[in-house]
């Protein structure tokens, strides 16, 4: 048993009991982060991973201790392998530069452009995807969503369009206010 806090009460988490039922539980949701193919990063809070892990090691619920535990355990687990190894050139073998095409992995030298005595097409670059990513930057910027439409605004001062008492005043003075400074230029 552990020591008890000042107050004298015992803090039922961390007793021997207590701890071995959580490195089991540990152990278990490690065995099955492993064979969805997580490691200790992919089971942080948020990521949407804890359940899937918990579901498939058939358990109910597990504390924070729980996860730091099985995280622990997953440090420990050899890295994983960050991307897929690059397939080779179907025509030489190259591993440098491979690009894939509908025909397979191709190097510069062996890309069906080349093969077929054309050189390279360029995109454009204006339908590039990063200056299609600029202009719709550029657009929503300025663009300012109109609050109202100007036949939304006669209808409601008018009153033949349902709105609340304050909205239909409002928009009637806004409407005798504007009637008042425009008056005189006619």
Excluded: F
Excluded at 2 to 18: K, M, Q, R, V
Excluded at 69 to 91: F, K, N, S
């Amino acid at each position: 048993m552990s020591a008890a806090p000042a107050s004298g009460e015992i803090d039922w988490t961390e007793t021997d009991e207590a701890r071995h039922n959580r490195r089991a539980k540990a152990a278990r949701l490690a065995d099955a982060a492993r064979a969805l193919g997580l490691g200790a990063d992919d089971l942080a809070v948020g990521t949407g991973n804890r359940l899937r892990v918990r579901r498939h090691a058939g358990i109910d619920a597990a504390s924070e201790k729980t996860w730091a535990e099985t995280a622990l355990i997953l440090a420990d687990d050899p890295p994983r392998p960050c991307a897929p190894a690059a397939r080779p050139c179907w025509h030489c073998g190259a591993r440098d530069d491979v690009r894939t095409y509908l025909n397979g992995p191709a190097c510069p030298q062996h890309t069906p452009a080349a093969l077929a005595g054309h050189a390279e097409v360029s995109p454009d670059p204006a339908t590039t995807l990063a200056a299609l990513r600029e202009r719709a930057a550029i657009a929503a910027a300025g663009h300012q969503p109109p609050t109202t439409t100007v036949v939304d605004e006669r209808a409601v001062t008018a009153g033949k369009r349902r709105s609340a008492n304050h909205v239909h005043q409002a928009m009637k003075t806004a409407a005798l206010a504007r009637a008042r400074t425009t008056r005189g230029r006619r």
